[in-house]
Nanobody
Framework: QVQLVESGGGLVQAGGSLRLSCAAS????????MGWYRQTPGNKREMVAR???????NYADSVKGRFTISRDNANNALYLQMTSLKPEDTAVYYC????????????????WGQGTQVTVSS
């Protein structure tokens, strides 16, 4: 069983900062791409930032220059440093990982956390 657990969400004023964390646990052999996505009511889940196991990153245009994604491969952890937050950043943020649970598993599968609420007040 693999679990991704997010933490660090909360209420912050516009212009403020938050740091999200995600811990992956359970039977994990290798982890590929990890990322942060977000979703607001009535809308599709959208990619915020992704990072490969070698550290290559890409960001949604709306967060470039404000958010920084990083990971700790040794501990299967993922982070998102969010600065200069705007009310439009308000959403539930989800941690994502594409991983292989065992050496014998032929494919890598997608796993998602339960989400953490980020609310930015104006």
């Amino acid at each position: 069983q693999v679990q991704l657990v997010e933490s660090g969400g909360g209420l912050v004023q516009a212009g403020g900062s938050l740091r999200l964390s995600c811990a992956a646990s359970g039977s994990i052999f290798s982890v590929g791409i990890m990322g942060w996505y977000r979703q607001t009511p009535g809308n599709k889940r959208e990619m915020v930032a992704r990072i490969t196991s070698s550290g290559s990153t890409n960001y949604a245009d709306s967060v470039k220059g404000r958010f920084t994604i990083s990971r700790d491969n040794a501990n299967n952890a993922l982070y998102l440093q969010m600065t200069s937050l705007k009310p439009e950043d308000t959403a539930v943020y989800y941690c994502y990982a594409n991983l292989r649970r065992t050496r014998d598993e032929e494919y890598m599968y997608d796993y998602w956390g339960q989400g953490t609420q980020v609310t930015v007040s104006s």
